[in-house]
């Protein structure tokens, strides 16, 4: 099945740092990319997502990258706050199965003020 | 989008006994799954829920342990059977409305065995 990785575990940044996260993906016909920001005692929710056709998706402070070839995505949170601490979660899809999302394993994202 | 209520939000329970936690949605779904979060890791998914058929488990998961309800397109059980303390964990429901969709969760059963 699918297996994705996710760099690195933990990242502490500077308020108004940027800050990137990298996944792999092993399944070269993976279509669909997409984060998760998860806070302290709630639930995951989507932040951004991306699929095959582009290489680049944009929505304000945060941007995601795409590289087929290398198989490889990237979350970019430009000038930092402090409430974008959280743990972020990077998922490609099932082989077999689209509906089913393979998650990384998550990076801690500590903003410092 | 998708709203979905699950509960309880956390239970204390003792060795030996099972607890069933709820998922509801607001709107009808074909695919509900099943995850896992232990304490300060990834979710890993235990089960895919079918309505009108068996759950899919994942492998190192089966329906001894986890039995899993789907009666309709709108609401599913996952229980945890005979409970130990490794089995202290979040569980979380979550659908997906497409292909290639946002996944949306439930807020989690934090869940401590005694």
């Known amino acids: 099945g699918e297996n994705v990785e996710q760099h690195p575990s933990t990242l502490s940044v500077q308020e108004g740092d940027s800050a990137v996260i990298k996944c792999t993906y092993s399944d070269s016909a993976s279509n669909y990319f997409p984060w998760y920001k998860q806070e302290l005692g709630k639930r995951p929710q989507l932040i951004i997502d991306i699929r095959s056709n582009v290489g680049e998706k944009k929505d304000q402070r945060i941007a995601v990258t795409l590289n087929k070839t290398a198989k490889h995505f990237s979350l970019h949170i430009t000038e930092t706050q402090p409430e974008d601490s959280a743990v972020y979660f990077c998922a490609a899809p099932h082989m077999e199965y689209g509906n089913k999302l393979v998650f990384g394993a998550g990076t801690i994202l500590r903003v410092k003020s | 989008s998708a709203v979905i209520s699950q509960k309880p939000s956390r239970d204390i329970c003792q060795r030996g006994t099972s607890l069933t936690i709820q998922c509801q949605v607001d709107?009808?779904?074909?695919?509900m799954f099943w995850y896992r979060q232990q304490p300060g890791q990834s979710l890993t998914l235990i089960a895919t829920?079918?309505?009108?058929?068996?759950?899919?488990?994942e492998s190192g998961f089966v329906i001894d342990k986890f039995p899993i309800s789907r009666p309709n397109l709108t609401f599913s059980t996952l229980t945890v059977s005979n409970m130990s303390p490794e089995d202290s964990s979040i569980y979380l429901c979550?659908?997906?409305?497409?292909?290639?969709?946002?996944?949306?969760f439930g807020q989690g059963t934090r869940l401590t065995v005694v």
């Open positions: 709107s009808q779904v074909t695919m």
């Open positions: 979550s659908v997906v409305k497409g292909l290639n969709t946002e996944a949306f």
């Open positions: 829920a079918n309505q009108g058929s068996e759950a899919t488990y």
